[in-house]
């Protein structure tokens, strides 16, 4: 079997540092160098913030600002360690004031290292690099042991204390040798870590006084010499009595070893050489020392030029961006600022664009020094140092064959941000060589900072873009776009959301959501709004709002948490849809009373049905009644039975009268009347009807309320409206009756079908009794419908009322609660006197007798009429011809040779009607009168009184005394004249 391959090994993870330090341009300084060393970064301005990214990011060190705005570094190192949950995360403090501070506080911190201002960078990769290591915290080599420290310079001096204290040491100091003699005489300790170069007395000569003293000469020395130490200077140590002589180190490491060795193993085993024999040497490798120090000393000083150098980069930088117009501008003026701080005179910015690299900046080249330059980095260097996986910097040594003109020195560094790669910067010159390393830290550090400036500059933008792109969504949308935060509190809103609240921006922004809507539905608003981030679930509802003026907009509201920014917040999109709300309203109101007249006319046409054919039979029962009540003997025993036939045949000819006044179908004779007068002239009797226990209280208008009805139908509207209002208090109460003028506006209007804007007189019966639900509402002017009891009522009351009502042009409405009482208003529209109407026409004359010799034409489609009145007629002695309908009629009238005094016809028949008929007879005999007779009429001529001057009309059922009065006034009234 072929072997099994290992296993890829998986990448180291990467380590995070977080730094915390309320300037930023510091914060970057300490960032840059992190970030080009692989390191991930995150940064906190405050104690606050630094304890929430320590939860959130969980990082494995912290360089630590001792003084923050809002907190001690002390106090705020065991926040951090309590945030870190048991995590051994090493702190390192970073100050500039470490002068100032107590070393004893910075101990008791418990911090791992101390870092001052400005730090070099690499100090600070040394010791970020040494506690993240495995073998990052030396174990406590002091056990308590105590050491002396000499150390002429105060912040050495606070250091070493610092760092022997975190090594287990106790610890003493001295500024001198001299110093440091007495002390140690006073109190003699367990070992003396000395600087090489001291006043009074020099580490050397410091060691050779220790060891002539016997009570002294067994304390182990460790001399601290410069950055190097030569070999020479470690045996010159030995002979004067040093157990060793180490290079000075950031964290003292080497000296801590050799104070631990030197207390465990004691002073060197050969004794110290004499003064005078080791003096002319020592004099020699002081002043190699003094030396070196000089040359580390200028070493440092161009170190501090460098970093120097940087933090004026980065305020360069800043302006730059600040005043410069556009990035290219920015990256322009940023370059020469960058040559001018570090002495350099040429130099070169390239941005990885879409279509490939590209320079944007360039400064002490001429054209042809560019394009060498130009060619040579793009010979494969600018692709490299561009790659995220490529080198962290080029460099060109001067004389080296490069290509580069004038025997440049250079160094590419990238562009970076956040391990992205954005471009890459070009530093030459001819008079210096760049490719040491104080010199890339420069520009590496300063790439980053170009680096970030770029990608922040391209972010800004883009967020610029993206809010110009926001902005004009909320001023351009017309919906209302509202954030809420989680508490309810408005963050932000559009446009159409100031319309639709019908406030401004300020003052909506920063107030709950609750103070904009209905107060009655505020508690369940609340309810639905805490439910949405116990659902995360998009939720639909309606809402109605209130504006300033009071005015309610009824609104469809669509909400959703989301994350905007990192934080939970409600997007909430309201539409106004008050319109169209109303509009379904209008049209579910309008609907409802297109069924509602739709069922009444179809009831209507019903009952006016039934109640023609009813008359029809009515007129044949209560005419044979009658001629048999005529042929017997007063006293004749038959003669009461056919009495109460013939009142029971008048009581169903009333309920008949009812229907078809409910039916609209009724023949009115419409008289301009004062309501005021009509409802005066009943009061007496109306105050009978409703009895003693109901006070009646009527309010006529201050002016004549004139309308176009027939005055016995309107008083019997009045009657009905009356005994109904009485029959709802059986205990007494009051009933209002008022008339009064009133202007319908439009909306009002739509409330009743067929009612149209503008003035109407209003009849309102309000009484106190015992109202009625919506259901009875609904049904109140139905004929038959009665809330009643058996016996005590036919239902026909209101239906009737609301069939003269609507057949005179106005209409009736209701306004009723159970319990509360009821309003009937009678809505009619204003009348005035036309033409023929200023005075009533003349009744005409009694007839002397009811018998005659003329001529009729009987028309009617029913057989049992036609045989009654042929019969009535002849009797009388009338010549009656006889037709079923208007066919028969004209060919009877074409083949009559002799005149037709009368036209006796039914107003409703198949095919042609009565007015038809009388219409297409008149053209042949003028002179020929014509009596309609109808249980009902659908022809609008006959409800408006139109059939002609000379029209006359008699109402089935009637008896035949009636009809013969009738017939004679027709054939006896004088015709108009003709025109």
Known sequence: ??????????????????????????????????????????????????????????????????????????ELARDLRAAARGREVPIVAVTGFLSRLEAGDLTAARFD???????????????????????????????????????????????????????????STARDGREALEAARRAPPDAVLGDLFLPELDGFRLCQALRADPALARIPVVLVGGASVEEADRLLAARVGAS???????????????????????????????????????????????????????????????QGAMLSVISSLAEAWATADGLEAALDEALAEILDIGGIRFGALYRVMPLGIRRVAAAGFDAAGMAAVDHQVRA?????????????????????????????????????????????????????????????????????????????????????????????LLENARDGIFVLSTGGVLLEVSRGGETL??????????????????????????????????????????????????????????????ELGGERVVLSVAHDVTDRRRAEEELRRSQDQLRQAQKMEAIGRLTGGIAHDFNNVLSVVLSYASLLIDDLRPGDPMRADLEEIRAAGERAAGLTRQLLAFGRRQILHPELVDLNEVLAGLEKMLRRLIGEDVELVVVPSPEPARVVVDPGQIEQVIMNLVVNARDAMPSGGKLTIEIARVELDARAAADQPDAAPGPWWVMSFRDTGVGMDEAIQARIFEPFFTTKEAGRGTGLGLSTVFGIVRQSGGHVTVRSAAGQGATFRVHLPPGTARAGEAAPAPRPPEPAGLRGSETILLVDDDEGVRRLLRTLLRRQGYEVLEAQGGGDALVISEQHPSDIHLLLTDMVMPRVSGAQLAARLAAGRPAMKVLYMSGYTDDPAVREGALGPDAAFIHKPFTPEALLRKVREALDARPAPRA
């Open 1 to 74: 079997m072929p072997s099994a391959s290992p296993p890829d090994a998986l990448p180291e993870p990467v380590q995070t540092v977080l730094v915390v330090d309320d300037n930023r341009l510091l914060r970057e300084m300490l960032q840059a160098p992190l970030q080009a060393a692989g390191y991930e970064v995150v940064a906190a301005a405050t104690g606050r913030a630094a304890v929430e990214r320590m939860a959130a990011d969980r990082p494995d060190l912290v360089l630590l600002d001792i003084v923050l705005p809002d907190a001690l570094g002390f």
């Open 113 to 171: 290292e101390v870092l001052t201002k400005p730090v070099e960078t690499a100090r600070l990769l040394e010791v970020v690099r040494d506690l993240l290591s495995r073998a990052a915290r030396p174990p406590a080599l002091g056990g308590g042991r105590r050491v002396l420290v000499v150390d002429d310079e105060p912040l050495q001096l606070k250091l070493a204390g610092i760092r022997l204290a975190r090594a287990g040491f106790e610890v």
């Open 380 to 472: 494969g260097a600018l692709d490299r140092v561009v790659d995220p996986d490529g080198p962290p910097f080029v460099s060109f040594p001067a004389g080296a064959g490069q290509g580069l003109p004038e025997a440049l020195s250079a160094v590419l560094v990238p562009l970076a941000s956040g391990g992205e790669r954005l471009g890459a910067l070009l530093l030459a010159s001819d008079r210096r060589e760049l490719g040491d390393d104080d010199w890339v830290t420069f520009g590496r550090a300063v790439g980053a900072q170009l680096g970030q400036a770029i990608r922040l500059t391209d972010a800004l933008t883009g967020l610029a873009a993206s809010e110009r792109r926001y902005r004009t």
């Open 501 to 562: 609240l019908g406030r401004p921006r300020a003052a909506i922004v920063g107030r709950h959501f609750s103070q904009f809507h209905d107060p009655r539905h505020a508690a369940e608003q609340a309810e639905r709004f805490g439910r949405l981030f116990a659902e995360e679930a998009m939720v639909q509802e309606n809402v109605i709002l209130l504006r300033p003026d009071g005015t309610q907009v009824i609104a469809d509201f669509t909400r959703q948490v989301i």
């Open 244 to 306: 060793a002589l180490v290079p000075r180190t950031g964290g003292l490491e080497e000296a801590i070893r050799a104070l631990d060795r030197g207390i465990s193993q004691g002073p060197p085993a050969s004794p110290a050489e004499p003064p005078e024999r080791v003096e002319p040497e020592l004099a020699r490798t002081l002043q190699r020392q003094l030396d070196r120090q000089a040359s580390l000393a200028a070493r440092l000083a161009q170190r501090c030029s460098i």
